[in-house]
Each structure stands twice: as C-alpha cells, then as structure tokens.
C-alpha cells in the first residue's frame, strides 16, 4: 500500500522556468491537499481539493495553479517559477480527519 | 498572522524523562487538534489528536492534553527514546471544515532525545 506518492523527490529550476509536482493517492480519499514547508513557518496550505472536480485557494495560492485530474491524482503547477518558491513541498490525503502525507518534494529555484 | 503557535524551536531531553512539547492557538473556532513528527527527508506522520469537547487523550507514551480557556495544548511523552527525536507540529481544524481537512499548522519544535 503505497499511500501517496510524490514525484519528483527533487528538482532545481531556473527563474522563470515552469513546472508541474505530481501528487497520487491510493485510499480512495476525496480530499487531497499541496503544502509547502519553510524554516521557521511550519505547513502553509497552498491549495487543497475537497472532492474530485473541485479546488480552492489555500493560505499562498500565488503563483500555483492546480489540477485535480481524477480522485487519485492532484498536480501542482508553477508556471513561471521564482526564488521565492524554493521550497519542501508535500501533498497530502484526507479522509475524516485521517491525513496522509507523502515524502515531499525538495524544489530549488535558482 | 500565526494562527498556531510552537514557541520552542527546540527542546533536548535525557532519554528516559518526560518532554513535553507546547502549542498556543489564537482562534477559539479550532475543534480539532493533532499532533505530526516528521523525520529529515519524510512527510509528516500523524501522532495524536484530540477533539475540542475532551481535555486529554492518550496512546501509549503520548498524551495530549487540551486547555481551552488558555488556548493551549501540550504533547508529553513519556518516557523518551532517542527514536522520538523529530520535528514535532501541532496543527488545528477549524469548525465547519472537517470535510475539507484545511489543517493550519504551527512553526514545529524539533525535539532531541539524548542516550
């Protein structure tokens, strides 16, 4: 049972560079969720998915769009990456207020 | 503005003893809370929750204890292990969004647990 998963584990970017984080759940979760985390700030929402078809902004939705393909699989998009965005990104699943988190993605952009 | 808050970066305890690890909320409309540990190059793993009507909810070594009128919580563990030593966040559900899960996390402690 994989959980979620995460790809890619790394990336660096260069300014103004685009990209797209994949994130897949294999619960069965409707809720699904993109984090980032810096020093000293704890998780901030970015965006979350609280049903297949449907997304809304979260805490610092600036600069991210997403996409929520089916119900296993939510993308994160950075269309014009920016220093600012350097940062440990993790996806999350959600079903009555049981969370699953996968392994993260360490995003740097230079 | 830090609707949760970890004040303690850090805390290093003897392997055996008791830690605890704080978190101070500002919003009264939080019902849930929970406790994560995240370890260098993983997700966080959820520990321990607890709801809003209870003052206290325990697992094992864990137990979290709630303080509504102080909008305040605290993980114990006891006793500690070295395997403990981890980043520790606390994070809140506000009312009304239990379906939509939109957990708002603190700063996190890290937490040091020494042989």
């Known amino acids: 049972n994989a959980g979620v998963t995460q790809t890619p584990k790394f990336q660096v970017l260069k300014t103004g560079q685009s990209m797209t984080l994949q994130c897949a759940q294999d619960?069965?979760?409707?809720?699904m969720y993109w984090y980032r985390q810096d020093p000293g700030m704890g998780l901030r929402l970015i965006y979350y998915?609280?049903?297949?078809?449907?997304?809304d902004k979260g805490e610092v939705p600036n600069g991210y769009n997403v996409s929520r393909l089916n119900k296993r699989e939510f993308s994160l998009r950075l269309e014009s990456a920016a220093p600012s965005q350097t940062s440990v990104y993790f996806c999350?699943?959600?079903?009555?207020?049981?969370?699953?988190f996968g392994s993260g993605t360490r995003l740097t952009v230079v | 503005d830090q609707q949760v808050k970890q004040n303690s970066p850090s805390l290093s305890v003897q392997e055996g003893r008791i830690s605890i690890l704080n978190c101070d909320y500002t919003?009264?409309?939080?019902?849930?809370f929970l406790w994560y540990k995240k370890y260098p190059a993983e997700g966080p793993t959820f520990l321990i929750s607890?709801?809003?009507?209870?003052d206290k909810n325990e697992d094992g070594r864990f137990t979290v204890f709630l303080n509504k009128s102080a909008k305040h919580l605290s993980l114990h563990i006891v006793p500690s292990q070295p395997g403990d030593s981890a980043v520790y966040f606390c994070?809140?559900?506000?009312?009304?969004?239990?379906?939509?899960?939109?957990?708002?996390f603190g700063q996190g402690t890290t937490l040091q647990v020494k042989p």
């Open positions: 999350a699943s959600s079903e009555n207020r049981g969370y699953t």
């Open positions: 619960m069965n979760h409707n809720s």
């Open positions: 998915s609280a049903s297949e078809g449907t997304t």
């Open positions: 919003n009264s409309m939080f019902d849930y």
């Open positions: 607890i709801s809003s009507i209870k």
């Open positions: 994070a809140a559900i506000p009312r009304g969004s239990s379906n939509t899960g939109k957990l708002i």
